[in-house]
């Protein structure tokens, strides 16, 4: 972990009608550092991950870039769905990226087969979405976000419709490409083991108008075990992420 | 029974029950040709006048189809144009409307009075049935997924980028289900032109052999032409049908 990528500072969104998404936040994130937004639906954490995106606008605040902003490339986004385009193969669906920056398809091709066989689907490559299990297409959603190497990930719960087993594989499977290709995460998620169990820092937040409440270090060895999910050490600090949550639902 | 394979014999079996009533029918009431021929009758009266028939059904073929292409084409670029802005859209939106509305038969013999021939039959054939496409098309441009929007717009993708990879291929399976309607529809503004129009000479299209044989009291030969334009719309319709399971089954869509 290097200087910080990225720092939102006082970040607020209000929308036309007055409702508040967002209120005050602020946190910063360290290269090749992996935090988790955990809070309950509707608390902005989605909001603040397009903030940082740039896909929306904060109404106060800002986020601080020392480096510079992104550039195309910089920044891959995972969203709850896999959002592909159904009508295009999954290799077509990596190549979008490289396609809207005027890449060709042959000097793209190396980066591409690269980010599929590290989501593990050399063998599907030609295959469309429809033909995709919900897990397969995720990972296609992975491959395109990771395709471009970009320095900072943004997940907006991107496994939570998926079933616990396949979770859990994609969870590791998300961590040695992260120890690979030494990308930033931030990760937003509603589920407290998830977020432990993936991020150097987990941050609670309240719920609408959303706040960081609590900025809690998971203190974990790396890399993790999947058996670590059932030791003492982890159930603690989901203990302690869980009343952070509860108190600031209270809050 | 709904197997592929037997699913039509249901369907048949009625239909030759149909035809077998009505040619009873005919004859036990002993009703004159003039009033209602029998199915045999018209059978008979196809097969002499087939020549005759389907050098009219060739004439409003042509002029069903131009005006179809014409407008699956003018459809399809005006929805494109109108998605550019908000603005365009507000501007055009009420012609194309105004155009949908109004009753084609009322206007076509203006239109007949300006243009000459086939021009006059494509160009009110083609007011009739472009709307669809447009309609259509327009709200498949606007049905792509928002977060995709968001994908492109985060990889900084140009508009028509955004127009061309994304707009394009969603607003696909819209378009094929607005062309199946304008098929019909063309169809039936040749009909129409054609009722209005009412040219002679050799040349004439089916409508007119109705509106001709209708004045002979030739109603034998009327229903035959009738069974030739109803034939002729159900093709068109499986036909585009069929296309259309093809291309969307290409890009792993499903049909509408």
Redesign the interface.
Known sequence: MTGPLFRAVAVGRAFPDGTRALQDTSFGMADGEIVSLLGPSGCGKSTLLRIVAGLDDATEGRIDWPDGGPGSGDTGFVFQDPTLMPWASARENVYLPFRIRGVSRDDARIAIDDALSLVGLDDFADHLPGRLSGGMRMRVSVARALATRPKLLLMDEPFAALDEITRHRLNDDLLRIQSERRCTILFVTHSVSESVYLSHRVCVMTERPGRIAADIPTGLPWPRQPDMRTSAEFAAICRRVSAALTGAAAA | MTDSRTGWIPPTVIFAGILAGWEMLVRIFEVPPYVLPGPLLIGETFGKDSALLFSSLAVTLRITLTALFFAALGGALLAFVMSWSRWLERSLMPYAIVAQVTPIVAVAPLIILWLDGDAALVLCAWIVAFFPVLANTMAGLKSA?P??N????????KRW?VQA??EA?CA?PYFLAGLKISGGLSLIGAVVAEFVAGTGGAATGLAYRILEAGYRLQIPRLFAALVLLSAAGIAIHAVIGWASRRLMAR???EAP
């Not at chain 2, 968001?150 to 993708?157: D, K, P, S």
């Open positions: 997924d977060n995709l968001a994908l492109f717009r985060l990889y900084g993708a980028q990879w994304l291929p696909l890009f792993g869509m």
